[in-house]
């Protein structure tokens, strides 16, 4: 079975072509264009994403060195994302199944962020095989979940204001790190000291309030922010340059704490042996090596996605519209499908 999936949910404007399970092809195109701006700008997303959108999707057939008359299948993110944006790949993705008379699958981004780390360079990959605890932290999302091999999951946690991914983004832009500020703090903590000041860590069991935040799986990331600037505001230019790569690593590291104290320990209240990160925030080196550690301290095996599946990308989609497939949870054409901007999965016990 051949997919193409199509993903336009930000700034990312992304095609792959998947064959029964292994990644042919993704073509991944960054728009440059809202770097001054600090931030996307939805209408310049929407207008980069109409002009690349044929290119990249020709790019992505090209490569995986097939036509689009061999393709079975059509996928493309429905949402949640910048809607303009999202609604430029859908209904691409939709005109082009509809002219090749192929069903068309309209998948959620977040969930497939969350099942990333099984993307496969190999043909017949199958997925995960039990449960595991996901953590999904991009720009948009930070989810905890635990999650079935039947693809359903119950939410556990989130953020109660800023995602991972703005935590990273604007206290690197208080620090004039540019947009996006993430990948930026990854570099510049590796030669930073990670304990030169303790920036707070917001809802966890060494947090200042009195509340006891035992099994408490949300996260907040506001607090930081206030507290940087405060920080900021107490030095002046010239000690905040020489520490740059200090703070960075202070940052980084108040905010990967936080993320592995909490996915570690819903993991071990939840008795589910298996971690997976996922999502922008999870190509974090700090991340990725505190958890690894954490994940062998208390025996869990932990899944990560390749660093190119980390962000947004077009394969993650193809790929959770193969296992949406290949789990019976797709069985009709979804012509017609409302694009959206916002995702609130229901939490655990909730009604
Ligand atoms: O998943 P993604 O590409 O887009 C959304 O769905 O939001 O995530 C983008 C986010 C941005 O906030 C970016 O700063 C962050 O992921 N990010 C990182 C790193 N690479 C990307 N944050 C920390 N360290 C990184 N290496
Ligand atoms: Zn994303």
Redo the contacts with the bound molecule.
Sequence with gaps: MKILGIET??D?TSAAVLCDGKVLSNIVSSQLCHTDFGGVVPELASREHERLIVSIAEAAITEANITKNELDVIAATAGP?LIGAVMVGLCFAEGLAWALSKPFVPVN?VEA?IFSPFISDEPGHVGPEGDFVSLTV????TLLSIVHQDLGYEVIGRTIDD?A??A??KTGKMLGLGY????V??RLARQGDPEFYRFPRAMTSSSQTSKSYRNNFDFSFSGLKTSVLTWLGRHDKEHIERHMADIAASI?QAIVSVLVEKTVAAALLHKVKTISIA???S???G?RSAMQEACIRNGLELFVPKATY???NAAMIATMAELMISRGRFTENSYGIAPFARFIPARRGAH
């Design positions: 949910s930000c990312e994302g981004h962020h991009s720009g948009g999302h995602a991914g703005e990273f983004d996006p500020a993430g990948p703090i990854d980084q999502g922008g925030v190509a974090n080196s991340l980390s962000t947004d």
